[in-house]
């Protein structure tokens, strides 16, 4: 029989993050803390949820536009407009999507022909490559650099850049590294991409938790609105992964394409989901904000906590995610994984997971409570000293 299956998709590597998100499912163990999973441990807030069942009791439960409901279309407008200097049309400059991952692959889409080279800042989240080879473009991996705060700078940007290259992603802040990039950093990358005319994609997602330096969106900067396209959504920041709802803004023709593929492939983003999108983005950025604190008190416990361990960590300024080094252990990230959740029951990610260049770290989640993350890094802390005092590296 003909094999059914395309080559294409057959290549591409499962997500990392799943594999050890699977492994703790199958141990079925209440003793397993699991610091891998970027997901917020806070309830969406009340009357977020309150609108969304509202929403279902009036019958609210038809398809909306293919680009969203109009109402949260012109929030979505009013939110980029107050927290990121930047205005959007709500009627031809704005999609709402299933969740910010759609919208990643819509955008690619919609913008690569084939052999189109796409470049990727790494360590970043899985799924920029994926859908690069998806859409027919070729990935190019930029390797950000710890001594660089894992930021991206513009000598590594112009020595990646080729008459192929069409698309650079701006992952920022980052997952996995919580790095950020302040605005002397984007100013750099903007004019580059404005003399090489190369269109961006700012995945934005993680833009209202950044701690002790302001969100900038690259779109703000003159010149670069007309050749970015603005991913984010509601996961992150108010706690609705489960909704799946994001959102992508930028130019009316790249828009219009990307709906296209929208419209044939989903039709529309969940109808409650909508409506209760237009409640967070009116009255939530109070409840944004508690939430923020309470990552950044958790932010700070970690970095001192690994620095405590003698784990190299540089100090994140945004998302919700610290990078510790585990070079001085001569462990592979996927080892130390494997055997910290087989010897203590703490599951976390190899940096591998989001790119080669992530060898040697690892991705914590600090969207857990401070009493889980005190207990997962005793155990961490336990893990460290026993392989330090055991470089034979016997198995506890």
Not at 166 to 174: D, G, H
Not at 352 to 379: H, N, P, Q, V
Request: aromatic share 10%; glycine share 8%.
């Amino acid at each position: 029989m003909r094999n059914p299956l395309s080559k294409t998709i057959t290549q591409i590597k499962p997500s990392g993050i799943r594999k050890f998100f699977d492994l703790v499912t199958e141990m079925n163990d209440p003793d397993v803390i699991s610091l891998g999973v970027g997901e917020p441990d806070f309830d969406t807030p009340w009357f977020i949820r309150e609108e969304g069942i509202y929403s279902l009791e009036k019958g609210r439960t038809f398809y909306t536009s293919n680009s969203g409901l109009k109402e949260l279309r012109e929030e979505i407008s009013h939110y980029l407009e107050r927290h990121c200097n930047v205005t959007y049309d709500y009627q031809h400059e704005i999609l709402v999507t299933v969740g910010g991952s759609e919208a990643i692959d819509i955008g690619l889409r919609a913008m690569l022909d084939p052999g189109d080279e796409v470049l990727i800042p790494q360590p970043s989240y899985v799924s920029y490559e994926p859908c690069t080879i998806l859409a027919g473009g070729v990935p190019v991996i930029i390797n950000l650099k710890e001594k660089n705060e894992f930021r991206l700078t513009k000598e590594e940007l112009l020595a990646a850049i080729t008459p192929k290259t069409k698309v650079l992603i701006m992952p920022f802040p980052n997952n996995p590294t919580g790095a950020i990039m302040e605005k002397k950093d984007l100013e750099d990358i903007a004019r580059i991409c404005i003399e090489k005319d190369i269109f961006v994609m700012s995945d934005e997602i993680y833009g209202a938790l950044t701690y002790g330096a302001d969100h900038v969106s690259i779109a703000s900067l003159p010149g670069m609105k007309e050749r970015t396209i603005l991913i984010n959504g509601f996961s992150k920041a108010f706690a609705m992964t489960g909704w799946r709802l994001g959102y992508a803004c930028g130019p009316k023709d790249i828009i219009e394409q990307m709906i296209k593929i929208h419209q044939f492939a989903i039709m529309c983003a969940p109808t409650t989901s909508q409506y209760a999108a237009v409640q967070a983005l009116k009255y939530g950025d109070a409840e944004v904000e508690k939430m923020r604190q309470s990552y950044d008190q958790r932010r700070k416990f970690l970095v001192h906590t690994f620095r405590k361990m003698g784990l190299e960590c540089f100090e994140p300024f945004g998302a919700f995610y610290i990078f510790p080094s585990i070079k001085s252990l001569n462990m592979t990230s996927d080892e130390f994984a494997q055997k910290l959740l087989q010897a203590e029951k703490v599951a976390v990610v190899p940096g591998t997971a989001f790119g080669d260049c992530g060898e040697g770290f690892l991705r914590i989640s600090y969207a857990y409570s401070l009493e889980e993350l005190k207990t997962a890094t005793d155990r961490i802390a336990r893990f460290v000293d026993y392989v330090r005092n055991h470089p034979e590296g016997e198995t506890k």
